[in-house]
Structure formats: C-alpha cells, structure tokens
C-alpha cells in the first residue's frame, strides 16, 4: 500500500474529552497543516479552546454515534483523501474508510491496543462518544499500518494484533515552548500531579499517601488536578470526597477540576517535584509537559516514559509505591543544587518533544 499523504483525513471520534490523545490529534493537525498537507478533520466534538477556528483544518461533526459509517461514507466521497490516520485505537474507521475507497491508505496511532477504562458498566457511554471497541478485531484487516507512541505499546501490539508497528514517541504543546520557565530559582515543596479523572490514574493513592510525606517534610504540599471526564464522573466525585475529608487535617492539600491552559502552567511553575503514580502508563504527556517547565519528575514503573528519561537524571523511576514515596521525600529535600540539577536536566530533555519533531517524524513513517 502506498502512502501519498497529500490528502490526509484525519478522524479522532471524541475531541472535548482534554486527554492525551485529543491533545495529540491537535498539535498533529496543527503542525501539518504547516508544513502543507491538505488536512480534513473528523470528529464528534471538538474543543474550543484547543481547535480555535483560525488553526483549525476543515471539520466535520459527526451528529450520531448510530450512524457514524453513513456519515463518514459522505465526508470520504467529498474530500477523497490519499491516507486515513485514525489518532487512537479504533479500527472501525479504517473499516468503514476501506469499504468506501478500497485504494485508501489506512493508519491507526496506538496509544494502547486495549482501553483499559472500558467497562461492561461504562461501555454503552463509550458508544455514545463514537467508540466501537467491541468491534476492534473484526476490523484489524483494514489497517495498513499502525504507529505507536512508545516500545511498551509497540510490544502489546505486536503479542495481541500481530502487527510490526512504528514508533513515533509523542510530543508536548507548542506552548510549553513559547513560555519561558523559572530555570534557576527554587520552589516550595510542592508535589504536582496532573491526570484525566479516571481509576487508573490513582489520584486518590496520592491522597493516601501524603501524611506520609508530611511527616518527613512539614511544609509540603500536593496539588491534584485534571480534566473531568463525563464517563467517571464518579472517580471524581470519589476522590473529591477523599480530598475533603484529607482537608480537616491538612490545608495544604488543594483538588483543581479541568484547569484552564493558564492554570496548567503556573501550576507548573509552581511545582518543585511532579509525581505520576499511574501503574503501566503507555507513555504520558503530563511528565514531559512538567519537565519543559522545570520540573523534576518522579514516575511510577512500569511505563514507556522509562524508554526517554533515566533514572537519577531528570527525577526517578519508582518501581513500588514505596520507592514513589521515598523519591518524593528525597527530591522535596535536595539541597538547592542537586535540585537545579535534576531541573535543567528535566527541561534539556523535554527540548526533544518538540510539535515540529513529531509532525515531521509522523510524515515519514506514514510516506515510508
């Protein structure tokens, strides 16, 4: 199969959901739209703060989740791309591209051949964002290639689908860049954690924890925030509780749903260590996104962030939930220099994720 892609649609089903998957699809779309790709968009939502009409390519709004194959049929008629890229794992609409135009290219970016959040509870929610997941291994055929965001995931793929995939690590905001971080000047105890309201992402293990870490360090604080995501809404509520409850006792503990982008950042820079607790993360964007704003980080293991940061260097890979605690610990205590040491390392790093560097990493797998 040939890619051309001078005409590439490209179809994310869920863009008001502020994941790492929908952020993604944004810098991609943005970035090849600059290098001059003809680029149609699909989607059921959009974002308006992410997709602002002025960088957004032409979009087109899926209206029902019952109906999406006549919808995108219509959309495939018109524009008549070259290439297909579906910006998570769905092949569902590499089946229903292949059925209207044979000839085609069909790609998938695989953040991780198995949704671990979908639920016999929660599954028909999921279909009313467009999502067909009970459908995934009838439609594999119809992928000519998939791409993936780390080695961890590239392995999954390959023992599960059976296929040999690409890997394209994933990249940060253009605004991380435009922004010019504190470098060089020390922060309170702050510990930071940025994740999508859902089970996996364990903000309510932080909430457990952190007593611990007072003890050690009195004046430390724990930030938690993220997107709130309709479809756990309970974890949410779940955690709020835990939250509130963890105030009686200590001030210093603050919950932030959905912040803005402004919010996001100063929450950065205010960070003097960032911690990821989720277990197995496939890769991660809240990490790099942290360390571009001079933030040491400390990541919980297994992860596919372990394939771009070392131990020691830009923070600490904990391989339990007691080494998470007790790099937490050191890093909230490192002398002013080996915390600036651990901070401009961070930062140095996170300069390889570049939009640009991804966008064009993208293009050539997908021509090659």
């Not at 890997?167 to 020390?186: A, H, R």
């Not at 930071?192 to 903000?203: A, D, E, I, P, S």
């Not at 080996?338 to 930062?347: G, H, I, M, N, P």
Request: aromatic share 12%.
């Amino acid at each position: 199969m040939i890619f051309m892609v001078s005409r590439l649609l490209v179809v994310h089903p869920h863009l008001t959901v502020k994941g790492g998957s929908e952020r993604l699809t944004k810098i991609l779309v943005e970035e090849l739209s600059k290098l001059g790709i003809d680029i149609y968009l699909v989607t059921a939502s959009t974002d308006q703060e992410w997709f602002s009409k002025e960088l957004s390519p032409q979009v087109t709004t899926l209206k029902s989740s019952s109906d999406v194959a006549r919808e995108m049929l219509t959309v495939l008629t018109a524009y008549e791309p070259d290439t297909v890229l579906v910006m998570i794992q769905e092949p569902y609409y590499c089946y229903i591209a292949k059925r209207a135009r044979e000839e085609v290219a069909t790609c998938m970016y695989v953040h991780f051949p198995l949704d671990e959040e979908i639920s016999e509870e929660n599954l028909e929610e999921y279909t009313k964002y467009s999502r067909y997941p009970h459908l995934t291994a009838k439609c594999l055929n119809y992928v000519d290639k998939v791409i993936v965001n780390s080695r961890r995931t590239g392995l999954a793929v390959k023992f599960l689908w059976g296929f040999e995939p690409y890997v394209v690590y994933p990249c940060i905001d253009s605004k991380f860049f435009s922004t010019e971080p504190p470098l060089g000047s020390d922060r309170e105890p702050t510990i930071l954690y940025v994740g999508r309201f859902t089970t996996l992402k364990r903000h309510d293990f932080l909430a457990l924890i952190f007593p611990l870490v007072k003890r050690e360090v009195p004046s430390a604080r724990l930030v938690l925030t993220g997107y709130v995501d309709p479809r756990h809404r309970e974890y949410y509520e779940h955690v709020k509780a835990i939250v509130d409850e963890l105030q009686d006792r200590y001030r210093d503990v603050e919950l932030i749903p959905s912040p803005s982008e402004e919010t996001l950042l100063e929450l950065y820079h205010s960070a003097r260590v960032y911690v990821h607790p989720r277990i197995g993360e496939h890769f991660g964007l809240a990490p790099l996104e942290a360390m571009s704003q001079g933030v040491p980080v400390v990541v919980r293991a297994p992860t596919g962030l372990a394939e771009v940061i070392e131990h020691g260097r830009e923070g600490y890979l904990a391989w339990s939930d007691y080494e998470l605690v007790k790099y937490l610990i050191h890093v909230l205590k490192l002398s002013r220099e080996e915390w600036f040491k651990l901070q401009y390392a961070a930062y140095l790093t996170a300069q390889r994720f570049h939009p640009k560097t991804f966008a064009e990493a993208m293009l050539k797998v997908l021509r090659s």
